[in-house]
């Protein structure tokens, strides 16, 4: 009888270990295949983002004429110069007016077309960005952010574009970019736990997944630079793929997936945007809407003055954003405060408050300083920007480990042949 119940450990043991390794064949098989997909787009995101995470660093030393200012003197009111912009061009409605400029420093103003009144449509603008000297308001330059161009005035918007959309073009009433790099990110989310369920075939085999063979040649090496790399970096591609997702796809799956576990403050960013060619024009005064920030900003005891001023013409919406000179970006923590007005009426919208809200909120709102590195300041841009080069390696790496198996493996069928 004891032979018996041995002889039959024995056999659930057998049956047990080949269904761990069908079951680690069909993950290796899956990682394959994800992987050589992602390769390409991985591979440019990660060396994209390695640049972009110092964009308006680079933008300033590539495009002087745009940032560095020549006049001397006192500046003009930033309100000022942009109503003088608009009074000069109606055809153009200022989106972005930073209210402190640094010393030095045109003055950066965001635009977009109004409404043409003969056609119902928006004006054809070819540009959407403009910087005016801050003394005499004098135009520094324009350009369109986005732009498919490697010309110095469009490089570092080009690659930013192209890290999170690849430059494909919209279609459907959708931004198909955008869809195609989030969909793509749900997809680097789910190999990522695949890869680190093969990266560890067993509890024995820890150390080897985190170890690399630099004596033991160049084909050794390129798979533990694939491999261990991958795992002693893993939260970090983990992170990058989440974030990815949340801030391609915030409305169609992260926000819908966060409010199952959290409830969410109503955002006016959720609203469906009108088309481009149909903005809404605001009707209350920049000033007015500074007014009422100002005052309510006071009752909040916020501390830091208003930084800038936006307006969102697809959904009718103001936006002041609370920071001081220089600190535009918001490095270091959940970024800037921000309060939202409504462009018809003035009233009061929303906001985004760092670190207030529920649960579901404060992770919304670290997505983008997460996915920048910014949420740790200097160091996290550093990291994130070594990491998109990693990012890149292991794109690299993955794609020449499959080309040596299956060069073995047609090899192998040849002789067997």
Not at 240 to 256: D, I
Request: glycine share 10%.
């Amino acid at each position: 009888m004891a032979h018996e119940m041995s002889g039959a450990v024995v056999v659930a043991e057998k049956e047990r270990t080949n269904r761990q390794r069908v079951a680690r064949n069909f993950l290796v098989v899956m990682h394959r295949w994800v992987g050589l997909f992602l390769a390409v787009f991985l591979f440019i995101s990660g060396v994209t983002g390695a640049v972009i995470s110092w964009d308006h660093e680079l933008d300033d030393w590539l495009n002087p004429q745009l940032f560095k200012a020549q006049s001397e003197g006192d500046p003009i009111s930033s309100l000022a110069l942009a109503e003088q912009l608009e009074a000069a061009d109606p055809r153009l409605l200022v989106t972005w007016v930073p209210l402190a400029v640094e010393q030095g420093h045109n003055l950066g103003l965001g635009v977009g077309p109004r409404l043409d009144p003969a056609t119902g449509k928006a004006f054809d603008l070819d540009f959407n960005q403009v910087a005016l000297d801050p003394v005499n308001g004098e135009m520094r330059g324009t350009r369109m952010w986005g732009a498919i161009s490697l010309s110095r005035e469009n490089l570092l918007p080009f690659l930013y574009k192209l890290h999170y959309s690849m430059h494909l073009p919209d279609g459907f009433g959708i931004e198909i970019g955008v869809w195609f790099m989030g969909i793509l990110a749900i997809v680097w989310a789910i190999d990522c736990f695949i890869a680190l369920s093969i990266s560890f075939p067993n509890p024995s085999a820890w150390a080897k997944s985190f170890s690399f063979r630099w004596q033991q040649g160049r084909g050794k090496l390129t798979f533990d630079l694939h491999r261990s790399a991958s795992v002693w970096i893993w939260g970090v591609l983990l992170i990058l793929a989440v974030t990815a997702v949340s801030m391609n796809l915030n409305q169609e799956v992260m926000r819908p997936l966060v409010s199952r576990f959290s409830p969410l403050t109503p955002s006016p960013f959720t609203r469906t945007p009108n088309p481009p060619d149909q903005p809404i024009e605001p009707l209350v005064s920049r000033q007015r809407v500074l007014q009422l920030a100002a005052a309510e900003a006071k009752e909040l005891g916020w501390t830091k003055p208003p930084g800038g001023i936006f307006y969102v013409p697809e959904i009718g919406v103001y936006g002041v954003t609370f920071f001081e000179a220089g600190d535009e970006h918001g490095d270091g923590g959940l970024g800037n405060a921000s309060l939202f007005f409504e462009g018809k009426n003035g009233a009061r919208a929303g906001a985004r408050i760092p670190g207030n809200g529920s649960a579901g909120d404060i992770f919304l709102q670290a997505q983008f300083p997460l996915h920048s590195g910014r949420i740790l300041g200097l160091p996290g841009r550093i990291m994130i920007s070594i990491t998109g080069l990693l990012v890149a390696m292991l794109s690299v790496t993955g794609v020449i480990v499959w080309q040596k198996k299956r060069a073995a493996r047609k090899k192998m069928s040849a002789k067997s042949g």
